[in-house]
């Protein structure tokens, strides 16, 4: 039962093995275990299974028919960083121009705030944009996507880069 409910809410939520496996820090080898039936995960991974669907362990585990969704006030999401490839849970996002802009680079840096720490906000950055109005239309997404409860967002609105001398950064050209 554990196995069909997994994979269902997994693949209800669009999620693919790895992006879970990652949230996890577990293996995508082991999400696929758990979904054919031939592993089960231990109580902590249970736990944040359930925790991250919104659902009961019970219901993982069949003792209940109904998913028995647990209210919690989702105030992050996951997203992958276009710059670094790595994935991390954010709850807010800012804007940074990009300083002495050229034509040919982009204007504006988005970067996720996933932590705040002694020493300030942490924050990664996420992806170039080739005008204000595109990274603004990026956040209004993100946070569009974080109020209808979505765990997880594809950068959409970015631009293509690559870098350009020894500090430069480069709009690819894509056309």
């Known amino acids: 039962m554990f196995s069909e409910r997994l994979k269902e809410l997994r693949k209800k939520q669009g999620l ?4 879970l496996a990652e949230y996890l820090s577990i293996s995508r080898q082991a999400i696929s275990r758990y979904e054919k039936g031939s592993a089960e995960p231990d109580l902590k991974n249970l736990t944040r299974i359930a925790n991250y669907f919104d659902v009961s362990t019970d219901y993982l585990l069949g003792n209940e028919n109904q998913p028995a969704i647990v209210q919690s006030s989702l105030d992050h999401i996951f997203v992958t960083s276009i710059i670094s490839g790595t994935l991390s849970a954010f709850y807010k996002f800012t804007l940074s121009p990009v300083f002495a802009a050229k034509a ?3 204007t504006i840096l988005l970067c996720g705030i996933d932590k705040h720490t002694f020493w300030g906000e942490h924050s990664v950055q996420l992806a170039f944009y080739p005008s204000k109005d595109a990274a603004e239309k990026e956040i209004e997404a ?3 996507a974080i109020s209808n409860g979505h765990r997880t967002y594809t950068l959409q609105f970015f631009v293509p880069t690559t870098n350009k001398g020894r500090f430069g950064i480069k ?5």
């Open 16 to 19: 693919s093995q790895s992006v």
């Open 104 to 106: 040919d680079e982009p």
């Open 142 to 144: 993100l946070y569009r």
């Open 171 to 175: 709009i690819l050209d894509i056309s």
